[in-house]
């Protein structure tokens, strides 16, 4: 052969090869446009965080892990928070302190708080009382459709809920402090993280918990005992499961904590099996309809923390509150697909630190609270529906010019 054929021989492969790469390039160029486009043409919900919501706190308070969050008839926002028991006394107390060590910072406020849309203080209450064991370690808080308001408690000893008015009167405890039997028992909780009251039913679903595996299901008035049920449907089981495994099958009970139990407007019971990172579905009498794993590879304190509905008669959008990978996921609730996600760890507004518990008003706002040494409480404003263009819009800031 030639060295003339030989060279013809390496350009025509070299060509060729330059040709596939090419056309490589091309398809992947292609690829991505049809990605762009078909994310495009999904809209779903747009937020802004408002940094100036809520207003300053008055006397000095200060809020400590904040692990709860409601929105009532009326749109306003009540929170629940640990204070003092969260606080650190050297550097967050000092004017609580006997005697104060500061004049001004700070005191821990009160455990409930209670705010207007416009995100002033009007009301404010909590703390151990007459007729009731305030839990060791309050969790949880919710408004119900007649106006009142349920604590749950995740401390060791806590196996109770409370129910009390808008003003802090007392009116019912369901189960006592200390007698946790495990998820069998019929008068205690184990550890609660929230609870939910179906306005259709008049049952509150107990996320049951964070000592319990189960939903448990009462009357809300009387606070019996009416079902209970574990992960898939199951009789619950409280054997440990050990770590968390990704890779593992999926677990046949939930983990620890159960950490939401929420009623849809169609029926459909949306449970938080936080550590197993998913979102199990089921029929209110506990009959499993399907489930979503949402961040599978999450292991620690696990992606599934807190979950919300969106404000229209369908409910078509779920958000998922994630205080691992710090973030608000966007779901599309017929099909649980993730449509786009919000936020990033941080400080700053639009940013999370261990975001643990979320809201919605009437006019679809989203209000969040965090705990560990986030302690705070934000508000992410509904802008409408918009094309999905990032599977991942990071820290929602307000536009300058109040347009996307």
Same mark, same amino acid.
């Given at each position: ?22 056309? &490589? %390039?091309?398809?992947? +160029?292609? *690829? ?7 994310? $495009? !043409?999904?809209?779903? /919900? @747009? ?20 692990? &709860? %969050?409601?929105?009532? +008839?009326? *749109? ?7 204070? $003092? !028991?969260?606080?650190? /006394? @050297? ?314």
């Amino acid at each position: 052969m030639t060295g003339r054929s030989r060279s013809g021989k390496l350009y025509a492969a070299a060509s060729f090869f330059a040709a596939l790469i090419a056309l &490589g %390039v091309g398809q992947a +160029a292609v *690829d991505r446009k049809a990605a762009t486009q078909a994310r $495009a !043409a999904v809209q779903a /919900p @747009r937020f802004e965080v408002d940094p100036f919501w809520p207003k300053p706190l008055p006397n000095h308070w200060l809020l400590g892990s904040t692990i &709860g %969050v409601s929105v009532d +008839a009326q *749109d306003h926002v009540w929170i629940i928070h640990r204070g $003092a !028991a969260t606080l650190n /006394p @050297r550097t967050e107390m000092s004017a609580a302190t006997d005697p104060p060590t500061a004049e001004a910072c700070c005191r821990p406020a009160p455990p409930v708080l209670e705010f207007d849309p416009a995100g002033n203080l009007v009301g404010h209450w909590g703390g151990p009382g007459e007729g009731y064991e305030w839990p060791e370690s309050n969790h949880g808080i919710t408004v119900d459709y007649k106006g009142y308001v349920w604590i749950g408690g995740n401390g060791k000893t806590d196996a109770h809920v409370l129910k009390f008015t808008k003003e802090g009167k007392f009116l019912l405890q369901v189960g006592r402090r200390g007698k946790s039997g495990g998820s069998h028992d019929t008068v205690n909780f184990g550890r609660v993280a929230k609870i939910f009251v179906d306005p259709k039913t008049n049952e509150a679903y107990i996320a049951d918990g964070y000592g319990n595996k189960r939903v448990a299901v009462i009357d809300a008035d009387t606070g019996a005992f009416k079902r209970y049920w574990g992960a898939y449907g199951n009789k619950p089981d409280d054997t440990d499961l050990g770590p968390y495994d990704p890779d593992a099958p999926p677990a046949q009970q939930f983990r620890n904590p159960v950490h939401c139990a929420e009623v849809s407007n169609d029926g459909l019971v949306y449970v938080c099996d936080r550590v197993n990172d998913r979102i199990q579905v089921f029929k209110k009498d506990g009959t499993f309809v399907k489930e979503v794993f949402i961040a599978r590879r999450t292991r620690g304190d696990g992606s599934v923390w807190d979950i919300a509905f969106s404000r229209d008669p369908q409910q078509r959008f779920l958000y998922v509150a994630d205080g691992k990978n710090e973030k608000v996921y966007i779901l599309d609730r017929e099909s649980l697909q993730i449509l786009t996600s919000f936020g990033d760890g941080g400080r700053q507004p639009g940013q999370f630190f261990a975001v643990h518990s979320i809201a919605t008003d009437s006019k679809g706002n989203i209000y969040t609270t965090e705990t560990y040494e986030g302690k705070r409480l934000q508000k992410f404003v509904y802008k409408g529906l918009a094309p999905v263009t990032k599977l991942d819009q990071g820290t929602p800031w307000p536009s300058r010019s109040g347009t996307p």
